[in-house]
């Protein structure tokens, strides 16, 4: 009977759906994209940095610390992620972003939870987004590292902490800026919520690591708070040239 039913579907087209990054119809039952986009999308298991995550070997050796993190290690201790910001990945991101996450939230947050669950070794004790100005949000209308918060949340049964940092200034986009001005527009744009992260160890999400300015800036101002450890956790990571 069950059978039949599906039978049916199929031959209706009801088990069809359209691949959100690439538009070709596919079989729900093979997952939310098609085989060709699934294949490309694998996330990234060695040949990086387990603390910055950039990346200089194959995808079959192991991940190991940079010379660089080792010297100058980042504010925070390991940095999760589930691939480079480019091809795909990056068109599935840029769609999510300003098309409110329409159809994209649910495949991006998969993405986002498997990649922690797969490369974490400890569960935070609090999750908090990385926020956008109150301006900023209101042109929007979402914000996105809230979505991608919310739903790991839920996975990992721990608490997300929307104010666990806030805005204290409208900061001009960076998206122009390189990394050392990035880094002078973001210092102290940020205040973290000292009774709420003190003491706990904290996972900042975001979608997407560019330079690292803002990461840092967040992290930076948790430790400040008295956090006793902090990891981030973004769906892609940008390769510096
Ligand atoms: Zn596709
Ligand atoms: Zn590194």
């Excluded at 998969?110 to 956008?132: E, G, H, N, W, Y």
């Amino acid at each position: 009977m069950i059978r039949a039913f599906q039978k049916l579907a199929r031959n209706t087209g009801l088990t069809m759906t359209r691949c959100p990054i690439c538009g070709v119809v596919t079989d729900k039952g093979l997952g939310p994209l098609c085989p060709a986009c699934t294949l490309e999308m694998q996330p990234r298991t060695g040949g990086y940095c387990p603390q910055c995550g950039s990346i200089f070997g194959s995808n079959e050796d192991p991940p190991m610390q940079c010379a660089k993190c080792r010297l100058d290690p980042p504010p925070w201790d390991t940095l999760h992620f589930h691939g480079s910001y480019s091809g795909k990945l990056r068109d599935l991101i840029l769609s999510y972003k300003f098309n409110n996450g329409f159809g994209r939230t649910r495949i991006l947050s998969d993405m986002a939870c498997k990649t922690f669950q797969s490369t974490s070794t400890r569960i935070p004790d609090i999750i908090i987004p990385v926020p956008l100005h109150r301006k900023r949000l209101l042109w929007r209308g979402f914000n996105q590292s809230t979505e991608l918060a919310r739903i790991l949340g839920k996975t990992l049964h721990r608490p997300v902490l929307r104010d666990g940092l806030i805005r204290s200034r409208h900061t001009v986009p960076q998206t122009k800026l390189g990394f050392q001005e990035r880094q002078r527009n973001i210092k102290d744009a940020f205040v973290a919520n000292k009774k709420t992260v003190k003491g706990t160890v904290a996972l900042i999400v975001d979608d997407v690591f560019t330079t690292g300015a803002t990461l840092s800036e967040c992290a930076r101002t948790l430790r400040q708070a008295g956090v006793d450890g902090v990891d981030v956790l973004v769906l892609a990571r940008a390769q510096q040239k």
